[in-house]
């Protein structure tokens, strides 16, 4: 399944074609790991980060998009990353909720946001109808839409394989309080539908040539914030990555924007989950490895080259709150 950098927004046949391509995708096991050729044409990758965002313009998401769309024309990302929940509290009752319009479609209209978004799921949108953001039908009202369990983007310079966390973690079956959950494709096969994704993570990310590897995924590996670790992801997914060499585990869950340093690999922990509702006041600015950390909104950027790595966040005022840039021979905080 391919998509290019440059012609997909513009174009509505390649769109049709992409939609028909996804839904022949979705048909097959759903724990998959889909890969996406989305090739950048330039010697370096540049996007954008964000997560936690859905609210209909409500608790900044609007003020935060707005500086999205200005740091991106400056940036001119190949494409946006969204670590879930993207539709608060519920997710989408289906296909032709409104909320899509005026959550997304309506809030990111800066013409730099206008790139291909690949989507992840969040816990909130598996609280609703999970297939419907899955479904092409989205992708055919907002072209710049792509909602996936599992996949894998390969941009040439980076590989980047997104991750479905949410049914990793056993309180959302075990303990669902007044919250109901869409698990569709996902019971009552829970345990094959976890092996197959980590068995399949973990050939994907040792058959990678490439010299970046990033993962995504909504829920925290690592985090200061109320969430804290995820201690599911630690057991499951931290042994597959760290053995892996990847570089780079981007999350959101906790509402806020923070880098943790690995002090046993070269693994790096961020969370960009500043989207809309933020400031929880419930953190540990003691945990171990903690190198920033900002209780508020923001959304960060991501530069990388063959040999460097340069991310950075911003607040809601478009504002840098911290930079940090890495290299395959030394990672360094500016």
């Given at each position: ?187 009552p096969t829970r ?13 994907a990310l040792k ?13 925290t590996l690592r ?112």
């Amino acid at each position: 399944m391919a998509a290019s950098s440059g012609s997909f927004i513009n174009n509505k046949r390649s769109m049709a074609l992409w939609a028909i391509t996804l839904a022949l995708c979705l048909v097959s096991t759903l724990a998959e790991l889909h890969r996406i050729n989305h090739l950048v044409n330039s010697d370096s990758l540049k996007f954008l980060v964000i997560g936690d965002w859905g609210r209909k313009g409500l608790y900044n998401q609007t003020e935060v998009a707005v500086q999205m769309g200005k740091i991106g024309e400056e940036l001119d990302p190949a494409f946006i990353i969204s670590t879930g929940d993207n539709f608060y509290e519920n997710g989408l009752t289906g296909v032709d909720d409104p909320a899509f319009e005026e959550s997304f479609s309506n809030i990111y209209t800066a013409k730099s946001l206008q790139k291909l978004w690949f989507n992840v799921l969040g816990n909130h949108d598996y609280r609703g109808d999970v297939e419907a953001q899955l479904s092409p039908v989205l992708s055919m009202k907002d072209q710049k839409w792509l909602c996936m369990r599992s996949f894998i983007v390969n941009t040439g310079i980076a590989e980047i394989f997104f991750v479905d966390t949410t049914p990793f973690v056993d309180k959302y079956f075990t303990h669902p309080g007044d919250d109901t959950y869409d698990w569709r494709g996902v019971v009552p096969t829970r345990k094959k539908y976890q092996s197959n994704l980590l068995k399949d993570l973990d050939s994907a990310l040792k058959d990678s040539t490439s010299k970046w590897k990033i993962v995504v995924g909504h829920h925290t590996l690592r985090s200061a914030g109320s969430h804290g670790d995820t201690k599911e992801l630690v057991k499951d997914f931290l042994p597959i990555l760290k053995g892996n060499d990847v570089d780079l585990y981007i999350n959101g869950h906790d509402h806020l924007v923070q880098h943790i340093t690995s002090l046993d690999s070269k693994l790096q922990y961020f969370t960009s989950g500043g989207g809309s509702k933020a400031w929880r006041g419930e953190y540990d600015l003691s945990k171990e490895g903690l190198k920033f950390f900002y209780d508020g909104q923001g959304f960060m950027t991501v530069k990388i080259t063959e040999t460097d790595a340069d991310l950075v966040f911003y607040d809601v005022f478009g504002k840098v709150l911290y930079k940090w840039s890495m290299s395959k021979e030394t990672y360094t905080a500016i």
